[in-house]
């Protein structure tokens, strides 16, 4: 039970301002035969030190393929055209954190790298451009490990 009033506003303001959906898209940014994997910083809150692909949640009202091309940007600071759209989706009911009992839907598309250098966000301390049988010794989230399986 809550002892305060102001701690019932908080958590009032906290169930207003959560989305529907945590709706996910990462990009699969092939390179040549290999792909780009980063890791999240050891420091991150969330999946600390596990390799993932480039992406984030979606802003409100934003296209999917825009969203993970900027996303990669944002996160690497390389240049990277989706080629194939929702190549894999995963999705569940998040169990745990902030976004408790909201559904999570993931959605994995195919990109080719641009250009550019990579230059990691303060997200990630770490990058590698790696082949299935490299990426399946990493560390990776689950659902990239399902989605390296599924896609290659």
């Not at 035969?33 to 600390?48: N, T, V």
């Not at 802003?59 to 690497?76: F, K, M, P, W, Y």
Request: aromatic share 10%; proline share 2%.
């Amino acid at each position: 039970m809550f002892k305060y009033k102001e701690e019932i506003e908080v958590k009032k303001k906290d169930v207003e301002n959560r989305p529907r959906i945590v709706l996910v898209s990462r990009c699969v940014v092939m390179k040549g035969k290999k792909f780009l994997l980063i890791r999240r910083a050891m420091i991150d809150q969330y999946a600390a030190g596990l390799w993932e692909f480039p992406g984030g949640k979606l802003d409100e009202g934003q296209d999917i393929r825009n969203a993970e091309e900027r996303e990669v940007l944002e996160e690497t600071g390389i240049f990277a055209v989706s080629i194939s759209a929702n190549a894999f989706v995963e999705s569940y009911i998040i169990g745990k954190g902030k976004f408790i009992g909201l559904p999570y839907m993931l959605l994995i598309s195919i990109g080719r790298y641009i250009g550019g250098e990579v230059k990691l966000s303060a997200e990630h301390d770490a990058w590698r451009w790696v082949t299935k049988e490299e990426a399946l010794k990493m560390k990776l989230k689950d659902d990239i490990r399902k989605a390296i399986i599924t896609l290659f």
